[in-house]
Structures are given as structure tokens and as C-alpha cells.
């Protein structure tokens, strides 16, 4: 993961640095006159691996509850879950997107967890406002590919995120995306279509 | 579970052949990318659009079928008797079976199966489909006695045409005073109608992945059998989750939209391996999701268990790793550890969910939905063959069943598993799994318990 995190960072790197450069190469060259726009700085991808220690029932059992209710309860402010940390295994993340102290603290009664094994997390958008954007991504996918956008994975991440895995993006393809869609995209420049089982 | 007795084995093998029988078309055509199609979305006990060629039942006689077998029995208890696609030279005929023959009844029939009548033979069955039920359950009762009396009982159950079938071993017959004996205290006893056979004993069972039984485990090798005899074609895959629709208690086990084609037959067997080929009959594919924006699912009709194996593909004849069973179901989350079961790769444990819920592009399909991928450092942790394979985490002594295998992100490594089977395999270690909750919802399914 964190690979391909650098990937994106290089590639954001490269279209913001190319942005409006002029080619400096001599004599009559193909003039782009709409550059690319700006592209955001890189989202990173919320942690997830090997962490010490064990997954507890407590956790899960608090994990299934906050997914289930939440989305209900708090849809302008939740969401996803995850469990996890660089510190523990056994630990539930959950992330809300600018929340009151009120919403925090509903959360937290709602999991019925001890302090230690809760953490909340800032997220980008509620599930519901990422939802919009990946039904967007959906319908536009023909559209997506006849621009030559080879999206071949895209779903909301649990940060609200919308994570798209393209192949080998062009920067203006790359611009494009962003453009249409909004800054909340996690663009992983290196995704081929799967293989089937 | 069924699997102790090869006796009940034997008998369930049989209602599956006769359910396989009933709702069987002949499947055409590589499913993996050469059709996109979603059937039955909402109601698993009508599939709608099959795969058609000049030698299967068409979609009207398959639907009809399926209509009648499902209603029939309710609407004319006193004369329906069964049904069966298919007679010499014509696949596309509608065959009713009536245990009773009159013009009124067969008229309500044909209105009700909405099949054009000069696509309907109607058939004299010996006894009614509730008739036949009632002696299945009666004899099915009666069978541990009559084991015990020194009756070789190998097989029992209702047949195509709704006849009575009773398969003993032969040998034992001398030892209760010879086959003339048997069949007359038989047919004394259930009626004349049974049909009934004497064969050889039937060979031990080796209860492992490549010769299970019902109730099916998940992780057991499936494969159809495509081709010719002198050109077999085997299509790998692996038996997932045990379903039953809520509406009905009708049994299904999940594996693999892009695996078959709808109504084909599944057999549990290993692909390519001798004695694979042609197996043993698991059951049809009664429900087919594979289209831009579902799931990666389908349905056979047989009876699965929640028991999966564990341990590697292969174990030496006759032994096994043991199994694990599901619980309960849920949605998979990211961090969440999980174990993978495909038939040739075995279980691996030691996955971890990355992406819960993503729409995925394989085999042409450019939106699998409710995809979750996991990650992995083993490059063998599933290969071909495995799609289907059940997906679970135990947490603490609950085994949560979370969905099947589905394509691999990285599939470019050999696979040292079964490696000259099904033309050279690839594996990988970043796995898409389809998610186990949008297909309950997609067919109103639940957990088969």
C-alpha cells in the first residue's frame, strides 16, 4: 500500500509541477491550450495491516453495531469502520466526518466500548455525501472509458474517500477525473483489470 | 449432517439427480466473460433467461418448468406429478407428468405454464407429486428398520415421472430370503408402484474435498463438464455458502456468477483429474448474477452445510484437515482478518480486508459490485479454480462467513497447486471477494441452518 501511495504522490508531484509549464523544446510543437488543472494533494489511505494483540469479540460486536446504526443516525457525519491501529489489533476505528462533541460522544455510547478500545477519525465526507460521487462514477463509467479512463476499481473508502484504481492514467486524464468528480478522489495510478477466479 | 451414512448419501445424491433432472438445460459457452447477464434478481425459485442453443430447452419451456415444479403440487394436489425437459431428438418440450388424465386439467396446466401446447407432452404418472412425497417420507422413516433387518438399503427416493425408486445392495438380499423376498415384502408394504434395483455395494466413501456428499461442504471442488467425450472441458471452481430463501426453505449452495451457465450441472470432481470428469452430481444453477452493477453470484439447488473445509487442496486419500463451521453472516470490514477456502489453493488465513466495499473490472465486466479485496503476502493464496471458495474469519470462537472468492488483482504467478490441471494456473495474493450481504438481499436469502 504504502507503494502505491508514493505512486500517487509522484504523480500528483508531476501534474502539479507540469501544470502550465511551457515545453521547452525548439521549433513547432503541438500546443495544449487547456492545461490540466491543478490537482489536489494526495489523500492518504487510512492505515490497515498487522498490528499486536488480538481482535476481541467486545470490539466486533461494537464494530457490527456502529455499522449498522450509525449510517442511520448520523448520516451527515458518519462515515466507515474499521478495526486496527499501528498499536493494536484490536481496537475500533470509526470515522466522521466533522463531528459535534455530541455526535462523538453518541457514537461512543453506541459502541459501549472502553476508552482504549475506540478511536475516532476525522473523515473527509459522510458515506452518504461519498455514496453521490460513486453512483456518479458509476453511470459515467461508459463515458470514462471512450475518454480512454480505464477505471477498473471504485468504491468509498472508509474515510469517505473515493477510491478509484486506474490504468496508467495521463495527467489530463488524471485532471479529468478531479475536474468532474470533485477533490475527494484517492486516484491508485496502477490498478490492471483482475483476473477471474 | 448426512454425510455418516453412505445409505443417506446415496439417497440424497439421488433427489439431487432428480431436481438436476427436472430444471437441467444443457449449459453452452464459457461463463467467464461470454455472457453478462443477470437472472431472478429478486425470486430465486424462477430463473428467468437461460443460455440457448438448438438443443436446449428454451427460456419459456425453463420457465415453465420451473413454474409448475414450484406451484404444481399446491394447485392440483390430486393430479400433478412431475416435470422434465427434453425428449428423443427435442430438447425443447415441456414434459408433464398427471397422475390423473383429463383435458380440463391438462388445459389449466398448459395455462399456467404459459408454454405453447406443441412444446408440452404430457406424460401418465403412476402416483401424485404429494403422494410420491408422502411415501419419500414414509419409507425415508421406515429406513433405519429396514437397515437393521438386513436390508442393504444403497439408495431411495422419488424418480423422474414420479416413480418410486429403491436400490439395495445385492448381496444382502440372499441373507433376507433372496430378491423375489425382498420385493415382494417391499412392494407389500410401500405399494406396487416402487421400482427397485439390486446392485453391487457401493464403494467407501473418501469424504474429502475432490468425493463429497450432501450435505456439501464449502471449499469441495466443482466442475462441469463441457465438451465432448473425446474432447472433455472442465470448468473449475469451488463450493461456497450454504443458502436457503426465507420464502420457502428451498436449499442453495453460493458460488461464483462467472462460474456456469444458468441450469447447467455441477459436479463435485477436480478438473482434468481423471475420475473428476463426470462425477459426482451436486446439483443445477438456479439463479445467475453476473451483469455491470451485481454481484459476482450464483446459485446451485443442493443441499450445502456450513462446515468448510480446512487444510490444504490435496491430503492423501481418505484424510482431511478437518472442518470449520459458519455461524453466522456478515458484511466484511477493513482490518478485518479473514481466511480464504478455494478448492485448489486450500484455506489460507492470514488475509486482511482492505477495500470493503468496491465495484471491480474482471472478465469483461467492468462493475462487479460489493467487492471487497484483502491482501496478502502469500502470491499461492488463491488461484483458478478457487472462485466460489468460501471466505470467513472465526473472532474469538465465532466463524463469520463474510463471502466467496471471486478474481485476484495480481494474478500473474504460477501456482504450484494442481499445476498441470486447467492449462497451467495463476495466482496471486491480492484476492476480490464478492460480499456476502447484497447477494442475501438480491435473492431474500439467509443462512441455511
Known sequence: MRSRLLLV?????????????????????????????????????????????????????????????????????????????????????????????????????MAALPDG?????????????????????????????ARGIQVQTYGVGVDGVEDLGVTHPTAEQVAYLFDRFGSYLRIDPDVGPATLL | MARSSSHSRCRRLLIAGWIATVTAATGAGNSAGADEFRENASDPSAPAIAEMSSTSPSSEVVQGLLRLRDEGPHLWPDGYGDIASGIQGDEDVLVVYLAESNQDLEGQVLDFAGVPVEKVAFRRASMTRVEAEALDARFSADAQNLIAQGYGLISWGIGEGVTYHVTLDASSADDVGGRAAVASYLTERYGPDLVID?????????????????????????????????RRIS??????????????????????????????????????VTGGWDSNLVGSIT???????????????????????????????????????????????????????????????????????????????????????????????????????????????????????????????SCTNWARQVGGRMCGSTVNIQNIGPVLSMWNLVLDR
Open chain 1, 117 to 145: 478500545k475506540i478511536q475516532i477519525e476525522e473523515a473527509y465526507q459522510s458515506l452518504e455525501a461519498a455514496a453521490v460521487i460513486d453512483r456518479q462514477i458509476a453511470a459515467a463509467m461508459p463515458s470514462l472509458l
Open chain 1, 9 to 109: 504522490a509522484a504523480l500528483a508531484i508531476v501534474l502539479t509541477a507540469c501544470s502550465g509549464c511551457a515545453d521547452p523544446s525548439p521549433g513547432p510543437v503541438a500546443t495544449n491550450t487547456s492545461a490540466p488543472a491543478a490537482v489536489p494533494e494526495p489523500i492518504p489511505t487510512p492505515w490497515v495491516g498487522d498490528a499486536p494483540g488480538e481482535l476481541s469479540g467486545e470490539v466486533v460486536n461494537a464494530l457490527l453495531r456502529v455499522r449498522d446504526d450509525a449510517p442511520g443516525r448520523f448520516p451527515e457525519t458518519y462515515a466507515g469502520v474499521a478495526t486496527g491501529t499501528p498499536a493494536s489489533e484490536d481496537v475500533l476505528v470509526v470515522y466522521l466526518a466533522a463531528p459535534t462533541t455530541q455526535v462523538e460522544e453518541e457514537v461512543r455510547a
Open chain 2, 287 to 413: 439463479n445467475r448474477s453476473w451483469n455491470i452493477g451485481y454481484p459476482d453470484a450464483e446459485l446451485i439447488g443442493a443441499d450445502g452445510s456450513r462446515a468448510m473445509w480446512r487444510g490444504p487442496s490435496a491430503m492423501p486419500p481418505g484424510q482431511t484437515a478437518g472442518t470449520v463451521t459458519i455461524d453466522t453472516l456478515t458484511n466484511p470490514w477493513r482490518g478485518m482478518p479473514l481466511c480464504v477456502d478455494g478448492a485448489y489453493e486450500g484455506q489460507f488465513c492470514g488475509m486482511t480486508v482492505g477495500d470493503p466495499d468496491h465495484s471491480v473490472s474482471a472478465g469483461g465486466n467492468t462493475g462487479i459490485a460489493h467487492q471487497a479485496t484483502l491482501t496478502s503476502s502469500n502470491v499461492q493464496a488463491v488461484g483458478q479454480g478457487d472462485s466460489g471458495g468460501p471466505v470467513y474469519a472465526t473472532i474469538q470462537g465465532v466463524t463469520y462467513g463474510v463471502g466467496i472468492i471471486s478474481s485476484v488483482a495480481d494474478g500473474y504467478y
Open chain 2, 198 to 230: 439390486f446392485s453391487p455395494a457401493p464403494p467407501v466413501l473418501l469424504n474429502d474435498r475432490a468425493h463429497d456428499n450432501p450435505q456439501w461442504y464449502g471449499g469441495d471442488f466443482l466442475n462441469a463438464n463441457r465438451g465432448t467425450a473425446a
Open chain 2, 235 to 272: 470448468i473449475p471452481c469451488t463450493s461456497g455458502i450454504p443458502l436457503t430463501w426465507a420464502a420457502t426453505g428451498n436449499k442453495y449452495i453460493l458460488t461464483a456468477g462467472h462460474c456456469y451457465s444458468l441450469t447447467e450441472k455441477i459436479y463435485n470432481g477436480i478438473g482434468n
